[in-house]
T-cell receptor, first 115, second 111 residues
Framework: KAGVTQTPRYLIKTRGQQVTLSCSPI?????VSWYQQTPGQGLQFLFE???????NKGNFPGRFSGRQFSNSRSEMNVSTLELGDSALYLCASSLVGGTDYNEQFFGPGTRLTVL | DQQVKQNSPSLSVQEGRISILNCDYTNSMFDYFLWYKKYPAEGPTFLIS?????DKNEDGRFTVFLNKSAKHLSLHIVPSQPGDSAVYFC??????????FGSGTKLNVKP
């Protein structure tokens, strides 16, 4: 079974631009979560999607948004990029979620650098 | 506000000895706790978990201990091996789909 894939793996943008990151979950997984990893801060939860609906949200500004498609693939978008948005963005998928704890499987991440 | 904290950014241990990684949390509503391991250029991989109804869970060389009154959990690796060298994250949840992670502890196991 293929794992969680994220594209692109590396991205360089400048301040003020916007960016879209993509995540393809493991086949059959319907829950997709996004995390931001920065040095010293660990992984911070951005949001979680299930059946094309945002089910949970972290404490990030509205510049961070996401969506999920009917095939469970997910995208996250960051508008008006700031230098502090430079981070590793990780996507994780799980089978269902909502009724029990399911193991999350992480992708390798997209390394975003904002200049 | 960091609800899950790993106060040791790094830990160095000799091969064959015990590694103890610690994690503290502030939210008493957390009912599920996990440890993940992360190698460079890879996403975190699940290692072991524990429900709040237990105080210990063991899986091979890995044991997680939960002290609810102290809001503290720890991961013990016995014996430690060089391949265990990685960054370890603890995570906690009170909701099946939202997890709070610590900042990670980089473990170095010396041969």
């Amino acid at each position: 079974k293929a794992g969680v894939t994220q594209t692109p793996r590396y991205l360089i943008k400048t301040r003020g631009q916007q960016v879209t990151l993509s995540c393809s979950p493991i086949s059959g997984h319907r829950s997709v979560s996004w995390y931001q990893q920065t040095p010293g801060q660990g992984l911070q939860f951005l949001f979680e999607y299930f059946s094309e609906t945002q089910r949970n949200k972290g404490n990030f500004p509205g510049r961070f948004s996401g969506r999920q498609f009917s095939n469970s693939r997910s995208e996250m978008n960051v508008s008006t990029l700031e230098l502090g948005d430079s981070a590793l963005y990780l996507c994780a998928s799980s089978l269902v979620g909502g009724t029990d704890y399911n193991e999350q499987f992480f992708g390798p991440g997209t390394r975003l650098t904002v200049l | 506000d960091q609800q899950v904290k790993q106060n040791s950014p790094s830990l160095s241990v000799q091969e064959g000895r015990i590694s103890i990684l610690n994690c503290d949390y502030t939210n008493s509503m957390f009912d599920y706790f996990l440890w993940y391991k992360k190698y460079p250029a890879e996403g975190p991989t699940f290692l072991i978990s524990i429900s709040s109804i237990k105080d210990k869970n063991e899986d091979g060389r890995f044991t997680v201990f939960l002290n609810k009154s102290a809001k503290h959990l720890s991961l013990h690796i016995v014996p430690s091996q060089p391949g265990d060298s990685a960054v370890y994250f603890c995570a906690a949840s009170d909701n099946f789909n939202k997890f709070y992670f610590g900042s990670g502890t980089k473990l170095n196991v010396k041969p």
